[in-house]
């Protein structure tokens, strides 16, 4: 039997907790849809309420609610709407849910990256070959997605 899961100890071993990692990847990607659709649908609410000035700064705005949206569900239960529907959050490198701070640097590097080709692309294929099935920002700061469903 496999040892148990603690949240003070590091991240699970891939090779001997897999299920922790198992399908992550699939996970992120549709978790990503769901909350790329619920940004937008947050930017559409705020457009009117702005007396539609909003438009001549759409990309900022979208930026904006896309980085409060993260931060703000990342630093409060570790993971996004998106990632809750697939059961998955993320943890640092000790094993504990986000605190603020790293949710901020999370969400920082994560949106540069995600302004830039070349950084999606390694984080994709990192994401498909590392043993955490971790991202160019989870491998920059020591920290992986993991199942929910895994911890019980």
Known sequence: MMPAYSSASTLPDPDLQSEFYADV???RFLAFIVDTVLVLLLTLV?????????????????LAVGFTYRLISLSSRSATPGMRL?????RNLHGERFDFGT???H????????SMVLPQIVSIILM???ERRQ???DMF??????NRAAMN
């Open 46 to 62: 705020i457009i009117p309420l702005t007396a539609f000035t909003a438009l001549f700064f759409l990309p900022l705005l979208w």
């Open 103 to 105: 949710a901020f640097f």
């Open 86 to 90: 697939m059961a998955i959050e993320f």
């Open 128 to 130: 498909l070959t590392s």
């Open 141 to 146: 700061m020591g920290t992986a997605a993991i």
């Open 107 to 114: 969400t920082l590097f994560f949106t540069i990256s995600m």
């Open 25 to 27: 990847p699939v996970k």
């Open 135 to 137: 991202g160019l920002t």
